[in-house]
């Protein structure tokens, strides 16, 4: 009798378990793709929730789909001073943009925690909206940046393997 043929009492034996579901790999870290969703998987507003209307909506995701921030911050807030007027949502948007194109991010940061605050009805002064608008407005880590590719890490590798060559036949000319 192997341990398979018998289980305690109250628990399956192996074989009687369905079979596991189909292991997907993990993305590589690092590494993004984007798929456009077909329109059975985009994701539909019920009747509780009003989606943000409004007519700068499509040129604003073309121009964040072309990594043109400073576009966005322009198309948002055209005069000096009218950012401020944008709705909550909107002022969101504009911080993030904020941050992407311009040096100054504090007063991106200062944005996006208002907008957060007003979004969810808080204080501004509120740990919650601090913590949120920082983490919205955060910029990429270096650590999370692309690897190399693998010419870059090929030459590394020969161009180390060639030095400790060069060191190796040197120490073994001049010590023996």
Known sequence: M???DSAPAGLPLPSDLPPAAPVTPPAR????????????????PTADVKPVVDDRLASIERLVGRNQWADVCELLA???????????????????????????VRDADRRAIGAVADLLGITRESPLALVLGKRLTRRRNWAEAPAPSKTVSTVVVLGGLAIGAIIGWVVTYWVF
């Open 2 to 4: 192997s341990v398979h």
């Open 29 to 44: 870290p690092g590494v993004f793709s984007i798929k456009n969703p077909t329109p059975a998987e985009q994701i539909k």
């Open 78 to 104: 055209p005069e000096p001073g009218s950012a401020e007027r944008l709705p909550p949502a909107l002022a969101l948007v504009y911080a993030v943009a904020l941050k992407e194109s311009s040096p100054d």
